[in-house]
């Protein structure tokens, strides 16, 4: 079924009457009167349990059950937001979330959520949670990614060297409701959307089309094969297996993202970051503060950690590995959130000096959402693991080479830097292309959260109409506004003294 965002009719509903009434009946959904297949589905311990005895419902059954749950918490009852009276200061929730990371490193972090609402969004995961807790959700919980914000999709590369889209970002991922990575996505675009100068109407659209994607998708893949449904990925440049028709614009901008993802490999990345010394040996380049050297006590570190974390790869990948050997070691900034934990790059080569392979060694902290959620599985610790365990459960195709380790007793992730990477950022969009990719993300957020949710009891959930979506669509323009408000907090935080903050690049 071939899905075209140019001819999709923009919603005009009104906000939805009695949803504040509604609100505190739906923020903790009682399951008594719900039958047990829905229970089991809100349990988050029963997602990574194993039964190959019970047959259990069909996907026509789970998905009439999952309908009772709109009494309890209608549909209509998304729509609202308002900061509760007890919601924390917006600025020391993220002081809160710079303890532990390396502190010469936080003015820059500051600086770089000051910049912009967009920003601040990014990099305030721990304030949405809170947020997010206190709002209706159906209780029904998949391995959500935890920041599935709109510059957290992007492009890589497949073992067999195609270009695929896919969730990219995974630092925050845990157990919890599905809902709060749809709305966090739909914030997003809200609040991307302003800045690309759409007004109320094209946001409150762009929005919508997301949730439809969202919806079109969990409704095609609840009845498809189990089998399927995990090798089913979307390759950018074959817009029949995406399910979508691409205008010409938007096929450009595709275009460009592509060849620049193919031209970021480690044979490319080698001479941009890193010199051959006098005697021979290549070295990375300072450029601080995004790259610095590390001392060798350190370096020695990372090598002993990389050792560790051949042992969560899977034994073919093992023997591969060990053709390499570790050249050079740095310390590297990354992104808006994570700046000031702890992230290095490890060059290493193999058949010889003009054969890199870079890795990226990321301190794994735990998740924005923790605090508001049951205690993850064991399957789930640490939290380089966790990190891991949530990229290859919610990717339709994973990094070969990832896999997690310690470094000092902090846990920390392993990754390929350069895999054929690269991103549709939102500043590219604007009229049909920016409501396109907000489909098309919405889309995919529905086929990571069918990897491991019910996709049956979501559809049944939100349904056929525009009702749900409608609802997200209102309380995403709500939260935009109160984006631009705890920005502007940050800000006047930075002009008085409070915050610290060093504006780079």
């Known amino acids: ?215 079109w998708n969990m409704e095609r893949l609840q009845s498809v094969p189990v089998l399927d449904l995990w090798y089913r990925n979307a390759v950018v440049d074959r817009p029949n297996e995406i399910n979508v028709k691409i205008d010409a614009k938007c096929r450009a901008i595709i275009e460009k993202a592509v060849a620049k993802a193919q031209a970021q490999t480690n044979a490319t990345l080698l001479t941009k970051v890193a010199d051959r010394g006098s005697s021979g040996a290549w070295r990375f380049k300072e450029d601080p503060p995004t790259l610095t050297r590390v001392d060798g006590k350190t370096a020695e570190k990372i090598i002993d950690a990389l050792h560790e974390y051949a042992d969560t790869l899977p034994r073919e990948r093992r023997y591969m590995l060990n053709r390499y050997h570790v050249e050079d070691v740095a310390h590297r900034v990354v992104g808006v959130g994570s700046v000031g934990t ?25 998740p924005a959402h923790a605090p508001y959620l049951p205690s993850l599985p064991n399957e789930f610790r640490p939290h380089g693991r966790r990190v891991v365990h949530g990229q290859r459960l919610l990717q339709a195709v994973g990094d070969p080479l990832l896999g997690w380790t310690q470094v000092d007793g902090r846990p920390f992730y392993v990754r390929q830097m350069k895999n054929m990477k690269g991103s549709i950022p939102a500043e590219w969009l604007s009229g049909k292309s920016f409501e396109f990719f907000s489909w098309a993300w919405g889309a995919l957020l529905a086929r990571a959260h069918a990897s491991t949710g019910d996709a049956a009891m979501v559809a049944g959930y939100v349904g056929g109409s525009e009702v749900y979506d409608s609802a997200i669509a209102e309380w995403a323009e709500a939260y935009g506004d109160q984006t631009e408000r705890d920005h502007e907090a940050l800000v006047k935080a930075i002009k008085s003294g409070r915050v610290q903050a060093i504006h780079d690049v």
């Open 342 to 366: 702890r992230a290095y790059l490890a060059l290493l080569l193999g058949n010889c000096d003009e054969d890199p392979l870079f890795l990226q060694v990321k301190e794994a902290t735990v």
């Open 1 to 215: 079924m071939a899905k075209d965002v140019q001819t999709r009719r923009a919603s005009t509903h009104a906000p939805a009457p009695g949803v504040a009434s509604r609100r505190a009946r739906a923020t903790a959904p009682r399951v008594a009167n719900i039958s047990s297949v829905a229970q089991e589905a809100m349990l988050p311990s029963k997602i990574l349990q194993l039964n190959l005895r019970d047959a259990g419902d069909s996907w026509r059954r789970r998905r009439e059950i999952a309908k009772q749950l709109r009494e309890q918490t209608p549909r209509e009852a998304h729509a609202d937001w308002s900061p509760p009276k007890e919601r924390p200061d917006p600025v020391a929730t993220v002081l809160q979330t710079n303890e532990g990371r390396q502190k010469s490193l936080i003015p820059i972090r500051m600086g770089r959520m000051a910049a912009s609402p967009f920003a601040f969004l990014r990099g305030a995961a721990a304030v949405m949670a809170w947020d997010l807790a206190h709002c209706p959700n159906t209780g029904l919980h998949v391995v959500i990614d935890g920041d599935a914000h709109f510059n957290n999709f992007g492009l890589f590369g497949t073992p067999e060297r195609n270009v695929v889209v896919d969730l990219n970002d995974f630092d925050e991922v845990t157990i919890g409701p599905w809902g709060w990575d749809l709305k966090r996505l739909a914030a997003s675009i809200n609040v991307a959307g302003r800045e690309n100068g759409l007004n109320r109407r094209e946001r409150r659209r762009a929005v919508m089309d997301c949730v439809r994607g969202y919806r």
